[in-house]
C-alpha cells in the first residue's frame, strides 16, 4: 500500500510523497543506484508516521504558513523509517516485505547496506541545507534510539528471565520513539505551546507501543498456511516477545518455554514444538494477557486525545479512527479442536 493510513489526508499525503521524489539527486537515477532507489521507493507503506506528523501540525497557529516545511519533515521523516526496514531486514534475513523482496534478498547484504545509509545521508543532508535544526535533533536522537532499541534486543535474544521492562526499552527504540518525535515535530514547527508538544508526544509513545504489540501479537495469530515455520518468527529468532514473556511468568509453563527457547536457540524447532508454544501460551493465558496491555495503551491514547484542543480541523477524530482500524488479533486456533 502506499500512503493509505488515513484515506482522508491522501491529498496531503501526496505532498509529501511527492516532495520524497523530488528530494533524491538526479544522479541516483542512474545504473545500480538507480535501480535499487527505484525498489526502496516503490516499497513506501501506508505513511503513518507522516500522518501523524501532520495531524498534529494542524493544531498549531503556524499550521498554514508552515504546511511546506511539514511536508518536508514528514518525507524526512519516512526516509528514515525506510532506511531502518532496509537495516532490520538485512539483519533479520528477511526475503520479503509487504509481499514484495526485499533490498537484501534481491541485491544482497552490502548492497542494502549502502542504499539505507545513502538515504540516511541524504535525510542529513536536507536538514541542514533547510535549517531544519531543532525537529532535525529531534530525528537524529529517534535515529540513536532505534539502534540502541536493536542493539538491546540482540542481546535479549534468548534470554529467558528477560523482563518487560526491558522489552519496553527495546520497543521504545525500535518503534515509539519515532511516533513521539513526529508528533512532537507536527506541534512544534506549527507554534504549539511546549505543554501541548509535550501532551502530543505523550500521544506518540502509547501509540508507538500499541502498534508495536499488535505486530507481536499478530506472530502468534495469523495462521500459518501449512508451514508453522512461516510464522513465529520472532520467537525462533529468539527475540522473546510480551506474549512469551507473560507465560514464563506462569510456573506450569515456565521449564517447557524454556526448553523451546533452548531448542530455537540450536535451531531445531519442529512444527511440533511451535504447535507446543502457541498452546502453552494459550494455557498461561499470555495472548490475552498481552491483548488487554495492548488495549491499556489504546484508552489511554483516547484519553490523551480528549486533552487535545479541537479547535482546528478534525484531528481527534481522524487519530480515532486510525484507532479504530487497529483491530486486535485473535489468539491462533488449535487445529485439532472441533
Known amino acids: 500500500m502506499f500512503f493509505t493510513a488515513l484515506p482522508e489526508m491522501k491529498d496531503v499525503l501526496s505532498k509529501v510523497s511527492r516532495d520524497m521524489d523530488e528530494l533524491l539527486p538526479n544522479d541516483w537515477n542512474k545504473g545500480q543506484v538507480g535501480e535499487i532507489i527505484s525498489d526502496v521507493m516503490n516499497s513506501r507503506g501506508k ?3 507522516p500522518s501523524l506528523l501532520l495531524l498534529m501540525g494542524k493544531l498549531g497557529p ?3 504558513q508552515c504546511m511546506s516545511r511539514l511536508v518536508r519533515l514528514g518525507a524526512l521523516a519516512e526516509f528514515i523509517h525506510m532506511a531502518s526496514l532496509i ?3 538485512i539483519i533479520d534475513d528477511s526475503v520479503l516485505r509487504r509481499g514484495k523482496p526485499t533490498i537484501q534478498a534481491k541485491y544482497g547484504k552490502d548492497m542494502a547496506v549502502y542504499a539505507g545509509d545513502l538515504i540516511l545521508s541524504q535525510t542529513l543532508s536536507i536538514i541542514l541545507r533547510d535549517n531544519l535544526r531543532d525537529s532535525g535533533l529531534l530525528l537524529a536522537q529517534t535515529i540513536q534510539d532505534m539502534c540502541k532499541g536493536e542493539i538491546n534486543q540482540a542481546a535479549c535474544r534468548y534470554k529467558v528471565n528477560v523482563t518487560q521492562e526491558e522489552y519496553y526499552q527495546n520497543i521504545f527504540g525500535k518503534t515509539a520513539s519515532m511516533f513521539v518525535t513526529v508528533c512532537k515535530i507536527g506541534g512544534m514547527e506549527s ?3 511546549q505543554a501541548l508538544i509535550e501532551l502530543m508526544g505523550n500521544i506518540g509513545l502509547h501509540l508507538g507501543y500499541l502498534f508495536q504489540i499488535r505486530d507481536d501479537l499478530l506472530d502468534f495469530s495469523l495462521q500459518d ?6 510464522m513465529r518468527l520472532d520467537f525462533q529468532e529468539g527475540i522473546l516477545t510480551l506474549p512469551v514473556i507473560y507465560s514464563l511468568n506462569d510456573s506450569k509453563c515456565n521449564e517447557p518455554l524454556k526448553e523451546l527457547i533452548e531448542r530455537a536457540r540450536s535451531g531445531i524447532l519442529s512444527d511440533k514444538d511451535l504447535a507446543s508454544l502457541d498452546e502453552l501460551i494459550m494455557l498461561a493465558g499470555g495472548f490475552e494477557q ?3 496491555k495492548a488495549e491499556e495503551h489504546r484508552d489511554t491514547v483516547l484519553s490523551l486525545l480528549e486533552k487535545l484542543p479541537n479547535s482546528q480541523g478534525n484531528t481527534i477524530k481522524l487519530i480515532q479512527h486510525l484507532l479504530s482500524n487497529l483491530t486486535l488479533p485473535t489468539p491462533p486456533k488449535n487445529k485439532d479442536t472441533h
Open 47 to 49: 505513511g503513518v508516521r
Open 62 to 64: 503556524n499550521y498554514s
Open 191 to 193: 507554534g504549539c505551546s
Open 87 to 89: 537495516h532490520d531486514d
Open 225 to 230: 498456511m501449512g508451514d508453522a515455520k512461516s
Open 290 to 292: 498481552t491483548v488487554k
